[in-house]
């Protein structure tokens, strides 16, 4: 096998479960793969940790679509709702003086300082949820808990009323979850009718943002909005949608996974409970070991560059793997064993360069403050299937297990938390 070879879709659902055997052996063969996607059409795919990170950085990369070829930009893949005149160029996709200036915008509330000063709040939110786990004989963590603590915070923080927030948590899941029994065309007509009810949502929001101003994001952006020279209205709309995906769907993958594979040896179950103050520690190794964001957006080259022995051209659609490269030996001593005590953990769960996580700082708060509560208190949380009958979301871009049957066991008080 070598870069030049056609690799079989990298994305296809037989990876989904467990997609680190085959990325070892891409890895070991080579940092750059030619690969054809499921829909017919290839990608440059990089799965080693120097070449992902280099490229990350590389200015001659873009995020923006119009930088990518005729073939690319004939499937629509610019647009997640199929509708042009919905998203605007937003912070993901943009580079740049935009970028800089969209990023500018928000940057301030997702920075270090700030994120701390929620821990409290977000430790509450977790306890309160572990709070209904008592007397249940089994459930499933992605809808009792990894799903709901992401949805409150990012409604919190966005400013979204509280008797809104069902409404709105059932649109989110509608956009970014795929119902097997629907089938794709009713999954896609779904998906479609929430991210049309969101957008709609956003209007009423950001008009009552202006009438009344409030404490929460939307209040804040509105107010940037009405100087168009810093953020245009479909702009505000689309950062919005942005940043309440990524904030949600991410962590909620994460939290999940993570419980998932803590779970998977008692021992270290055990270890998080007698300290769960580790958890934050813990957290690094975990987005290493099988972070939520598999690979990056999707980048062009805007001049020819060479990498590895692989020249990209201009317009050529390349992707990173992130799960690769953080598995990476050349970057991490014994890459395919969970270490909590790992001190040096080297990863690109967040990516890396001007589109570095936005929301990482949050991301962090929200599976350590998480992941604490439940250790802490549910000393006997145990998983209700083997770890090879969880079934998994199939998405290019994002891991997350569809549901985590669990027993909470014994669910102690707040007050008998470490």
């Given at each position: 096998?070598?870069?030049?070879?056609?690799?079989?879709?990298?994305?296809?659902?037989?990876?989904?479960?467990?997609?680190?055997?085959?990325?070892?052996?891409?890895?070991?063969?080579?940092?750059?793969?030619?690969?054809?996607?499921?829909?017919?059409?290839?990608?440059?795919?990089?799965?080693?940790?120097?070449e992902a990170r280099?490229?990350?950085?590389?200015?001659?990369?873009?995020?923006?679509?119009?930088?990518?070829?005729?073939?690319?930009?004939?499937?629509?893949?610019?647009?997640?709702?199929?509708?042009?005149?919905?998203?605007?160029?937003?912070?993901?996709?943009?580079?740049?003086?935009?970028?800089?200036?969209?990023?500018?915008?928000?940057?301030?509330?997702?920075?270090?300082?700030?994120?701390?000063?929620?821990?409290?709040?977000?430790?509450?939110?977790?306890?309160?949820?572990?709070?209904?786990?008592?007397?249940?004989?089994?459930?499933?963590?992605?809808?009792?808990?990894?799903?709901?603590?992401?949805?409150?915070?990012?409604?919190?923080?966005?400013?979204?009323?509280?008797?809104?927030?069902?409404?709105?948590?059932?649109?989110?899941?509608?956009?970014?979850?795929?119902?097997?029994?629907?089938?794709?065309?009713?999954?896609?007509?779904?998906?479609?009718?929430?991210?049309?009810?969101?957008?709609?949502?956003?209007?009423?929001?950001?008009?009552?943002?202006?009438?009344?101003?409030?404490?929460?994001?939307?209040?804040?952006?509105?107010?940037?909005?009405?100087?168009?020279?810093?953020?245009?209205?479909?702009?505000?709309?689309?950062?919005?949608?942005?940043?309440?995906?990524?904030?949600?769907?991410?962590?909620?993958?994460?939290?999940?996974?993570?419980?998932?594979?803590?779970?998977?040896?008692?021992?270290?179950?055990?270890?998080?409970?007698?300290?769960?103050?580790?958890?934050?520690d813990a957290v690094?190794?975990?987005?290493?070991?099988?972070?939520?964001?598999?690979?990056?957006?999707?980048?062009?080259?805007?001049?020819?560059?060479?990498?590895?022995?692989?020249?990209?051209?201009?317009?050529?659609?390349v992707m990173v793997?992130?799960?690769?490269?953080?598995?990476?030996?050349?970057?991490?001593?014994?890459?395919?064993?969970?270490?909590?005590?790992?001190?040096?953990?080297?990863?690109?769960?967040?990516?890396?360069?001007?589109?570095?996580?936005?929301?990482?700082?949050?991301?962090?708060?929200?599976?350590?403050?998480?992941?604490?509560?439940?250790?802490?208190?549910?000393?006997?949380?145990?998983?209700?299937?083997?770890?090879?009958?969880?079934?998994?979301?199939?998405?290019?871009?994002?891991?997350?297990?569809?549901?985590?049957?669990?027993?909470?066991?014994?669910?102690?008080?707040?007050?008998?938390?470490?």
């Amino acid at each position: 096998m070598t870069a030049v070879d056609l690799l079989p879709d990298p994305f296809a659902a037989e990876h989904d479960a467990d997609p680190y055997a085959y990325l070892a052996g891409l890895r070991e063969a080579a940092p750059v793969h030619r690969a054809r996607t499921a829909d017919g059409r290839w990608v440059w795919f990089v799965t080693r940790y120097a070449e992902a990170r280099a490229l990350l950085a590389d200015p001659r990369m873009s995020r923006d679509p119009r930088n990518a070829g005729a073939d690319w930009l004939a499937a629509n893949r610019a647009n997640p709702t199929t509708d042009p005149g919905v998203m605007a160029p937003h912070v993901g996709i943009t580079d740049g003086a935009d970028h800089a200036r969209l990023r500018r915008l928000v940057s301030g509330v997702f920075a270090p300082g700030p994120v701390r000063a929620m821990r409290a709040h977000v430790d509450r939110l977790a306890h309160g949820l572990v709070d209904a786990l008592a007397g249940r004989d089994e459930t499933d963590l992605v809808t009792a808990f990894a799903e709901p603590l992401p949805a409150m915070v990012i409604c919190e923080l966005l400013g979204v009323p509280e008797g809104d927030r069902g409404q709105f948590r059932g649109w989110i899941r509608a956009v970014v979850a795929d119902d097997t029994q629907a089938g794709p065309e009713e999954s896609a007509r779904r998906r479609q009718a929430a991210v049309g009810n969101l957008f709609a949502y956003f209007d009423r929001l950001i008009a009552e943002a202006r009438r009344a101003p409030g404490e929460g994001l939307v209040s804040t952006l509105a107010a940037e909005a009405a100087d168009g020279d810093r953020l245009s209205e479909p702009e505000l709309r689309s950062m919005l949608f942005v940043l309440l995906i990524g904030g949600y769907e991410t962590t909620l993958g994460f939290l999940a996974t993570s419980v998932l594979h803590l779970l998977a040896d008692p021992g270290r179950w055990r270890a998080l409970h007698a300290e769960p103050g580790r958890c934050a520690d813990a957290v690094e190794e975990l987005l290493r070991y099988d972070g939520s964001v598999k690979t990056s957006f999707w980048i062009f080259p805007t001049e020819p560059v060479r990498i590895a022995g692989v020249e990209l051209l201009p317009g050529d659609p390349v992707m990173v793997s992130f799960a690769a490269a953080n598995r990476d030996p050349a970057a991490n001593a014994e890459p395919d064993r969970l270490l909590l005590g790992r001190s040096d953990a080297r990863h690109l769960a967040f990516g890396h360069g001007p589109h570095y996580c936005l929301g990482a700082p949050l991301a962090r708060v929200e599976a350590s403050a998480g992941l604490a509560a439940l250790a802490a208190r549910c000393p006997g949380l145990t998983l209700a299937v083997p770890p090879r009958e969880v079934r998994w979301q199939h998405s290019p871009i994002v891991r997350a297990p569809l549901a985590l049957p669990v027993h909470p066991g014994r669910v102690l008080g707040r007050s008998g938390a470490r």
